[in-house]
């Protein structure tokens, strides 16, 4: 089975700085990448589906990049409201694997 | 709006069974390939099973297989999780989650529902 390994676990910011979030694939996944926010306490959200394509309603400040084993998620310009816990997730078949997680704070 | 609301979750005894429900509303559930995922207190997401549109194919997570069943009854528009020989690492919020639609878009996870909390404790 494909595995998914985010880098790094957890991160510190300051707000404005730009942020990035990097997922690597254990086999070539195309661009069947997903990534997820989940605040504390909250429902897991969908951000950006087919590795770079936002998810209607989302904040521009986030982006999505790569193909086959290596993609990441850029935030611009760290938000306040940003705090919380990252996903990526491989979805080209099952079993649907997500990353381990990234937990993301305010410096 | 799309609204996924689940239960059936509580307290089961290590080796008991429980039945979760996924009732679903606000989009043509019966086109839509459906997802069920968990979340151990304090951990990670976890993909447990899929079962496509058609109903048929369903497949599962390696630590579930051969104990857990998923279903749907498309006239109800719900989704069911049959859980069997639980143990102590399946206490978890279960939440389901669409996927697919017609096999066309790819097989995210646009919609989640609440969850519900399945604690497996004597």
């Known amino acids: 089975d494909i595995q998914m390994t985010q880098s790094p676990s957890s991160l510190s910011a300051s707000v404005g700085d730009r942020v990035t979030i990097t997922c690597r694939a254990s086999?070539?996944?195309?661009?069947?990448l997903a990534w997820y926010q989940q605040k504390p306490g909250k429902v897991p959200k969908l951000l950006i589906y087919a590795a770079s394509t936002l998810q209607s309603g989302v904040p521009s400040r986030f982006s999505g990049s790569g193909s086959g084993t290596d993609f990441t998620l850029t935030i611009s310009s760290l938000q306040p409201e940003d705090v919380a816990t990252y996903y990526c997730?491989?979805?080209?078949?099952?079993?649907?694997?997500f990353g381990q997680g990234t937990k993301l704070q305010i410096k | 709006q799309v609204q996924l609301v689940e239960s059936g979750g509580g307290v089961v005894q290590p080796g008991g069974s429980l039945r979760l429900s996924c009732a679903a509303s606000?989009?043509?559930?019966?086109?839509?390939?459906m997802h069920w995922v968990r979340q151990a207190p304090g951990k990670g997401l976890e993909w447990v099973a899929i079962?496509?549109?058609?109903?048929?194919?369903?497949l599962y997570a390696d630590s579930v297989k051969g104990r857990f069943t998923i279903s749907r009854d498309n006239s109800k528009n719900t989704l069911y999780l049959q859980m069997n020989s639980l143990r102590a690492e399946d206490t978890a919020i279960y939440y389901c989650?669409?996927?697919?639609?017609?096999?066309?878009?790819?097989?995210?996870?646009?919609?989640w529902g609440q969850g519900t909390l399945v604690t497996v404790s004597s």
């Open positions: 086999q070539g996944i195309t661009t069947y």
């Open positions: 989650a669409t996927g697919d639609e017609l096999e066309l878009k790819g097989d995210y996870f646009d919609y």
């Open positions: 079962i496509p549109y058609g109903a048929s194919n369903e």
């Open positions: 997730q491989k979805y080209d078949s099952a079993p649907y694997a």
């Open positions: 606000g989009f043509t559930f019966r086109t839509y390939a």
